[in-house]
């Protein structure tokens, strides 16, 4: 996979996820020792799409399981097709089939839907998948703990079918928001990395390369004004891919540089959230404007 840690900088770069050395460190070892990545941070910093670009650089298919509450192993594993079954049931009594070679077959893969859970452990192809579970924290902790021990071994049993069992381990990224803590036991079977905001020379490279043709000036700009807000008490701080749809949004507004009118147009790319429009409308925007020309300049 990765020779060393300045390989994974520079695989990642290529895909325009510019890591820096603590991410690519962990990346790293993850790949040596064959652990999964557990990934906390801000809603926005970019920790999906390290999966992503994760599986990008492999060569490999990423599956993604989305989590939410009320998950449960059903929705994760595998469930039976029912309908199809039922189908089967009836077309089988219509020409007088046997009942225990229905029985059979009812129960054969033919019938099973694999889930995301399923999928990656069973997958056959040349490169062992991606397996993204995001945003573990909605999920309930009884989901948690059922996916603690789908991670020990990476096998499943169905009770028709037998076990099965991974013939390459997936690569395993776990995500999480922190809207509700995770149990040591997953953490500890897994290396953590929490994902900050960018800095400005980090946000202002990934702005460059994901809004293409963007004006030099007005990308500081945006960045600079980024960095400020994120220091205000928010109650969603605006993340990097706020950043980025901020950026094209400009774009597509044929703007070269920041000014109050444009910014009070378009604070929808920056806020998800009626309080934090209101709160930002009540600070001093010329002065942020002003400091953040300031900060581009240094």
């Known amino acids: 996979m990765f020779q060393s840690i300045d390989d994974v900088q520079e695989a990642l770069a290529k895909q325009s996820y510019f890591a820096d050395r603590s991410i690519a460190t962990t990346v790293f070892l993850a790949s040596k020792l064959g652990k999964p990545l557990f990934l906390e941070g801000e809603a926005g910093v970019g920790k999906t799409e390290l999966s992503k670009v994760l599986a990008a650089t492999l060569k490999t298919d990423l599956i993604r399981l989305q989590c939410y509450e009320g998950l449960d192993a059903s929705q994760a594993l595998y469930e039976w097709n029912y309908p199809k079954q039922l189908l089967r049931i009836r077309l089988g009594e219509a020409t007088n089939g046997s009942r225990e070679d229905i029985d059979k077959e009812l129960f054969s893969e033919e019938y099973l839907i694999r889930r995301p859970l399923l999928e990656a452990i069973t997958a056959d192809g040349e490169q062992p998948p991606v397996l993204l579970i995001d945003e573990i924290d909605r999920a309930d902790e009884e989901f948690e703990a059922f996916l603690l021990e789908v991670l020990s071994d990476f096998q499943i049993t169905i009770p028709e079918l037998g076990t099965l069992k991974a013939k390459r381990q997936p690569t395993v990224v776990i995500t999480s928001n922190r809207t509700r803590e995770i149990h040591d036991a997953l953490k500890r079977r897994c290396l953590y990395l929490w994902i900050d905001y960018p800095d400005f020379d980090r946000e202002y490279e990934i702005l460059r390369t994901k809004v293409p043709g963007i ?67 009540q600070g001093n925007l010329v002065a942020l404007l002003e400091q953040a020309d300031v900060n581009k300049s240094m």
Request: aromatic share 8%; net charge negative; with cysteine.
């Open 215 to 281: 004006d030099e000036r007005l990308a500081g700009q945006v960045c600079a004004l980024m960095q400020q807000l994120r220091q205000e008490d928010f109650y969603k701080k605006p993340g990097i891919a706020e950043t980025i749809d901020w950026g094209a949004a400009l774009m597509a507004l044929h703007k070269d540089e920041l000014d109050a009118e444009t910014v009070e147009e378009t604070l929808g790319c920056i806020f998800k959230y009626r309080d934090d429009i209101e709160s930002f409308r």
